[in-house]
């Protein structure tokens, strides 16, 4: 299994207060990427990021941000939580070849009060 | 964007029998298809994949046909079993980015 690791497992906070989870990745991919998770809709691409500092949005973006500054870190940002962001979150990272699948972390089960 | 749509939502088949998940996309450009096994509490994992040159693959009980013209691709599971009981989500991967199915909760009955 690619060395992916997501913190915290778990988070309940309240509305409109800051979170940041972490994605951490030993496997030196190039490409990393935040999705989200809620029943009836699969996982949807929240941002990712092609190398250090580069960052592109996926199709539920807003209310998200994301930082890069080093290969192996990956950091997601609710800048003010609101209850719809309350989701499981899953980091994923790849190597960028056309074909070549992605591998997932554990994933973080936020809870927005 | 791509459109990834994953039929059925629940599948329930009886240990031994074959199981079938269909899948279909838009986007003429995307190029693989991975399908994910989800247990729960944990995050997905690849199973099988097949590139847009390809027109099936088989790995020992589970195997993926694609049609291109049709823009449809399919899971196969023979002989299941009570531990293939999971969700699982099929991909389509257009230039670097993955649009996934909804999901398909397999269950198993022994």
Known sequence: ?????????????????????RCHQTENHRYMYWYRQDPGHGLRLIHYSYGVKDTDKGEVSDGYSVSRSKTEDFLLTLESATSSQTSVYFCATGTGASTDTQYFGPGTRLTVL | GENVEQHPSTLSVQEGDSAVIKCTYSDSASNYFPWYKQELGKGPQLIIDIRSNVGEKKDQRIAVTLNKTAKHFSLHITETQPEDSAVYFCAAKDFNKFYFGSGTKLNVKP
């Open chain 1, 1 to 21: 299994d690619a060395g992916i690791t997501q913190s915290p497992r778990h988070k309940v906070t309240e509305t409109g207060t800051p979170v940041t989870l």
